[in-house]
Structure formats: C-alpha cells, structure tokens
C-alpha cells in the first residue's frame, strides 16, 4: 500500500486534456488510487472532477484506466512497478546505430528478399493479398482518404477483397487496426466512425521516420527528410534483431511504414504498454515519429497508385506470422 497523500498530489498534478499527457496520466493516478486502497468508484468520480483541459475525456476512456488498474493490481503487477525494479537506461544513438550495422547496405530489394511470404505479384494485387494474409474475413477496417470518416469507409476485409477484386480503387490510406464499425468520441468530444474510441482489436502499431533521427543530427544543421536508404537499412537491422514487423509499406512517396506487431489487451494496456512504455521509453528516443502512438493511427494502404508522385505504395515485407514465431 501507498500513502493516500500521494493519490492526492497525483490528482492535483493532472495535466490538461488535449496535450497527450493526460491519456496516460489517467492510468498512473488510477494505479496509485489502486494502491492507496480506494475503490474503483471513488477513483473513477475523483478522475471526472480533476480532469481539465480542451479535450472532452469520456467516461469510458476513465473506466477503462480503471480497469486495467484493478487488474494489474488483483495479479500483483503494480507490486512489481518501475519503482521497485527501475527500467534500465540505454543510449538511443548506440541502439540506433547498432540497428544501421545490423542493416548496412540493405536497400528495398533485401527487404522484398526478407519478407516471408513472396511477394510476387503485380502492384494493383497488394491490397488484397495484405487483406488476406493479415486480417480475419470479419474484420472490419477504416480504408479511405485522410478525410473520410463516414460508415461507408468502414467495412469488412471480405467486404473490401470482394470490391477490389472486382476492379475498384484502392483508397490511400488504412487504419491498420480493426474497427468497431459504430461511432465513438474523439479527443475533441466529436463523434467519428474511425476514432482511437472505435478500435475494436489492438494488433499493430504504425511506425514511420518523418525526419532524420535527432540522435544522428548535427544540432548546427536544420533537420532534413532521412533518406529512404537509412529507411531501409534501419528497417533491416530491426528485423536482424527480430522486431516483430507484420508489414513494410512504401508509401510512394519519403518514407517507409511499419506495422509493428503489438497486440494490447484492450484501450488501457494500448495507453500503458504501447504509449507509455514502447513509444515513450524506445522508440520516440530512436526518432520514431512521436504521432504515431495512438491505436487509430493511419498507414498508407498498398495497391494505391500516387498520381502525383507516378508511384504505387506497396508492400516491400509480409509476415503474417509475427509476433508468433517461437524465439530462438
């Protein structure tokens, strides 16, 4: 057990809504709460009356953080916090540049050479086999414009194979993780079919370089656009290292997407191991673009031709099976 006085300074230190740090600040006060010896109904009345900020916070973002608490709390998990066993420190840049080694040299073509399942089909076929070789017929998933966010862009895998097979365009853009298909709340109080609210299933976190990795940057030059072939031999090196990547997606223009293999229990275990754990502690400090920590982030989907860069996005590696191999 902890001091109550400690739960106490936690709720008065609550960030504002909106920012980000008040997603993951509600799960830390709810483990102190679950620590103190509260109940989860105080703990979820005392969260409404000290969250403040722009962004509405639903009650069931609250009860969701409260949940996981209690969970962790009942299997002795939040006994065994960073407190007691701290995370141990490591240097971004010699991780980062270990990654580079282990890749050196590797352009897309070793990558294609990497991927598990061959992929040796023509571009305009990507969506379909990524559609069939990843998601169950039931799924369903946003596929649409960066703007869309009716119901009509929210259908099943079956539902969207069946369409482009029969000669319809592909959309540019996926959320990688399946949907409810009803409408939830954004972080603005806004009802959307493809809000972080709607992710029915927490498979994959969507990874991207927007910029060169700030370990790697001469703090005297301005920050550039990194390379698609440091791109490359950093997504090689990962795989060396046995990241768990389902998918390696060009999106016909800078950069390469990967869909990391995550697999959260549900919104809170997403805002404590995946925000708060691996983009937070690994793979923001690596220079992994710091937006793509939330559940309903989008990726740009394979079979979509770029009129304006006279590209496709494709698939570059697949692997349905990570996360799942035995480790050696």
């Known amino acids: 057990m902890i001091s109550p006085d ?4 936690a709720l008065r230190e609550m960030p504002e809504s909106g920012g980000g740090g008040c997603h993951v600040a509600l799960l830390s ?17 005392d969260l409404r009356v000290h969250i403040h900020g ?16 209690f969970r962790d709390f009942k299997r002795g998990a939040l006994l065994t916090s960073s407190e007691s066993h701290p995370h141990p420190a490591f240097c971004a840049e010699r991780l980062l540049r270990g990654v580079l080694a282990a890749g050196d040299d590797a ?5 294609w050479e990497c991927s598990p399942i061959r992929l040796d089909w023509p571009p305009d076929q990507d969506a379909v086999r990524l559609l069939k070789l990843l998601y169950l017929a039931e799924d369903r998933l946003f596929i649409g414009a960066r703007h869309d966010a009716g119901a009509v862009h929210i259908r099943s895998a079956a539902d969207w194979c069946k369409r482009f097979e029969a000669g319809a365009p592909v959309p540019e853009h996926v959320i990688p993780n399946p949907l409810t298909g009803n409408s939830g709340e954004t972080k603005d109080g806004k009802l959307s079919f493809r809000a972080d609210s709607c992710v029915a299933c927490f498979r994959f976190a969507v990874l991207e370089f927007d910029q060169t990795p700030e ?3 001469d703090p005297r030059q301005p920050v550039t656009a990194w390379p698609r072939e440091a791109q490359c031999q950093f997504w090689a090196g990962a795989l060396t290292f046995k990241w768990p990547i389902a998918a390696l997606i060009d999106s016909g223009g800078k950069s390469i997407h990967a869909w990391l293999v995550v697999n959260a229990a549900d919104a809170a275990d997403w805002t404590t191991q995946v925000e708060g754990e691996l983009f937070a502690r690994m793979l923001v400090p690596l220079g992994v673009d710091r937006a793509c920590k939330n559940e309903a982030r989008l990726s740009r989907m394979p079979g979509h031709f770029r009129i304006e860069k006279s590209r496709w996005q494709r698939v570059l590696y697949l692997n349905p099976n990570a996360g799942n191999e035995v480790k050696p």
């Open 6 to 9: 400690r739960y106490d300074a």
């Open 107 to 111: 352009d897309e073509a070793d990558l």
């Open 215 to 217: 370990p790697l940057c």
């Open 29 to 45: 006060v709810a483990n102190l709460g679950a620590l103190a010896g509260l109940s989860p109904e105080q703990i979820s009345r």
């Open 54 to 69: 722009k962004r509405h916070v639903s009650d069931r973002e609250i009860r969701d953080a409260v949940s996981k608490a």
